[in-house]
């Protein structure tokens, strides 16, 4: 009964952590047409809105797992959480559209600590055979994040104001610190230095990528500073890759890719969150900018897209154990992209709603056969020990799928159109969705190729001391 009882703690713990960190990658996107007028921001301002978030969350998951590896889990699960919460305040009480930003970032810090510990915590307290069954609650709950994501921002921005969509996190952040503190059992992963060049490697290398993507419409692809922030980006990412090859403690061990279904998993997912974030970041605004709907009725739009995982991702994840997760998740990327594709061609200044449900649905069950299935897969690609190393990747390989998605759709909506009118703007969105079906198309292919499913062994060495 005991160990029962510390297992729901776990992973009631974990899951209000992964919600609320989850819940601030979308909370935004109803909120940004209110946020555009108080704070008097540009697209390129309310791109780093969200992208501020992501990005950071993107490039510091993996020091997040390194450090819970080596400091203890359930101790830097609770610094995480207390970041998180500073960032919320700090978010809540910005005056501008730059400290906004800021103060985003400071809540991705908090949230890539936080995101991959929620895993590695709950799969060490869940008994092997039921493995299946809480990656697919956890899959559930990360689900219902997404799916509340704009529900949540949208009801809070007509109830109360912007701002309390960062308020409320605080008193959950708060609940949670002592509890983790209290009740989750302690954890260590293989140890070993933190690798300070790579962080630097990737977080300078995927910034110059992004901010060159975003302000490419502004300064004209062709300008020194596009063409060099670009170039400047993609050599630091070169290098980054040519570090972690070398060094004795990667941060990212680029051995994980050598294996066809760990670097086949992490295709999928980067196109996967590519078209869903871009996708939503336009649909949330076009509901509010063209159609006239609140905050709320904007959210409440996209709930049939986004309300499914919380229904359909916990039965995927127990699938998951009996059919293939590569079979679970190419049938879903391929029924997301073919929404995407159909929201494109039907989407005009005054299409009734009625005929955007079908799409939204497909959508969502497309989207809640990826999370679990994607979570199983990725996890029995490598060894127990190197769980941590290999959630944070895929996890950071999702937000920066999130974060291209966004600046690339974003890109196109504002060379193709625009906010001067309803029609300039579908102009713009109509592309980008259609951009947004193929690239996730790409990972359904992607999906389907992976191979079968093994653990990989533990090394002989391992064995042996068994023995």
């Not at 985003?104 to 307290?125: D, F, H, N």
């Not at 990656?135 to 709950?141: E, P, Q, R, V, Y």
């Not at 293989?190 to 302000?215: E, K, M, Q």
């Not at 916990?314 to 992209?337: E, F, N």
């Amino acid at each position: 009964m005991a160990a029962r009882t510390k297992t729901l703690w776990t992973f009631a713990i974990t899951s209000i952590a992964l919600f609320m960190v989850t819940l601030d990658n979308l909370v935004v996107t109803t909120a940004i047409p209110v946020i555009r007028r108080d704070l008097d921001a540009s697209l390129e301002s309310l791109e780093w809105t969200v992208n501020a978030y992501t990005l950071t969350f993107a490039v510091l998951l993996l020091t997040g797992a390194a450090l819970g590896d080596r400091f203890g889990r359930r101790r830097v699960f609770a610094i995480g959480v207390g970041v998180f919460t500073l960032g919320s305040v700090a978010a809540a009480l910005a005056p501008t559209v730059e400290l906004l930003n800021l103060a985003r970032a400071l809540q991705g810090l908090g949230g890539a600590i936080v995101m991959p510990l929620t895993l590695t915590i709950l799969s060490a307290a869940v008994p092997k055979e039921k493995r299946g069954l809480a990656l697919g609650a956890w899959g559930g709950i990360s689900g219902l994040a997404v799916a509340f994501g704009p529900v949540v921002g949208g009801a809070v921005v007509q109830g109360l104001s912007w701002q309390w969509i960062f308020w409320l996190n605080v008193p959950i952040g708060l609940l949670l610190i002592p509890l983790g503190l209290s009740r989750l059992q302690e954890t260590h992963g293989p140890g070993g230095r933190l690798d300070l060049p790579g962080l630097g490697l990737a977080s300078a290398g995927l910034f110059g990528i992004v901010w060159g993507l975003i302000r490419g419409n502004g300064q004209g692809w062709a300008s020194a500073e596009i063409v060099g922030s670009l170039a400047v980006g993609a050599l630091l990412v070169a290098a980054f890759v040519a570090w972690e090859l070398r060094t004795a403690a990667p941060m990212l061990p680029m051995r994980f890719f050598r294996k066809p279904a760990f670097a086949l998993a992490n295709v999928a997912s980067l196109f996967m969150f590519f078209g869903m974030f871009g996708s939503i970041f336009l649909l949330s605004q076009f509901f509010q900018t063209v159609q006239g709907y609140s905050p709320l009725g904007a959210g409440l739009r996209i709930l049939p897209w986004t309300l499914a995982p919380m229904f359909i991702a916990p039965i995927a994840g127990a699938m998951s154990d009996r059919i293939p997760g590569k079979t679970l998740v190419g049938i879903g990327l391929s029924l997301q992209a073919g929404s995407l594709v159909w929201l494109g061609l039907v989407s005009t200044p005054t299409v009734a709603y009625s005929a955007l449900i079908a799409p939204f649905v497909l959508a969502g069950i497309g989207m809640s056969l990826f999370f679990a299935p994607m979570a199983n897969i990725v996890l029995s690609a490598v060894r127990p020990e190197e769980e941590g190393q290999a959630s944070g990747a895929n996890n950071a390989v999702r937000e920066l799928g999130g974060v291209f998605g966004v600046a690339v759709l974003a890109s196109v909506f504002a060379s193709l159109g625009g906010y001067e009118s309803g029609q300039a703007f579908v102009d713009g969105m109509n592309p980008a969705l259609v951009i947004g079906g193929a690239v996730v198309g790409l990972g359904a292919l992607a999906a389907f190729l992976i191979p079968g499913r093994k653990r990989e062994a533990p090394p002989v060495g391992a064995l042996a001391e068994a023995a």
